[in-house]
């Protein structure tokens, strides 16, 4: 039987305990049987399913999105194209995250471009502006 224990699979999976555990509770991991000895008997196959949920957090999934994707993966009538929409639908997430952040960035340099620094904290115009109502 290929069954791992938990500080197992955390290792090969290169992962700590606590975050098997939290996908457990997250339903994104299936809760293993026990053994006659009280442990959990991980599946060998969890260790490639950590590593798709790490890797899917790195390009900015959520966990709710890696449990739609895990759920493709293991419906029998799902295609690449389910898949591919995921996909499409996280990089216009990710544009729009690059305007805020780009437009955020516009706004700080102008803000930036106000003080020479040697204002006092009082008169300080990046301070002032920031307490202003905007519009």
């Known amino acids: ?12 999976a290169r992962v700590n305990i606590e975050t098997i555990r939290y996908y457990e509770r997250q339903e994104l991991l299936p809760k293993p049987p ?8 991980f599946p060998a196959e969890s260790v490639e399913r950590i590593r ?3 890797q899917s957090q790195e390009l900015g999934f959520s966990l709710k999105e890696i449990k739609e994707l895990l759920s493709i993966r293991s419906a029998p009538h799902s295609t690449g194209a389910d898949v ?6 996280k990089i216009a997430d990710i544009e729009g995250k690059i305007k805020t ?8 340099v102008q ?3 106000t003080c020479d620094g040697t204002s006092t904290i009082n008169d300080c115009p990046i301070l002032k502006s920031l307490n202003s109502e905007r519009g």
Request: proline residues 0%; aromatic residues 4%.
């Open 34 to 41: 026990r053994l006659h000895s009280g442990y959990r008997a």
């Open 84 to 89: 591919r929409e995921r996909v499409e639908s």
């Open 1 to 12: 039987m290929d069954a791992l224990t938990i500080g197992e699979l955390a290792k090969q």
């Open 111 to 113: 803000l930036k471009s």
């Open 52 to 54: 798709f949920i790490k």
């Open 101 to 108: 952040l780009r437009s955020m960035k516009k706004e700080l």
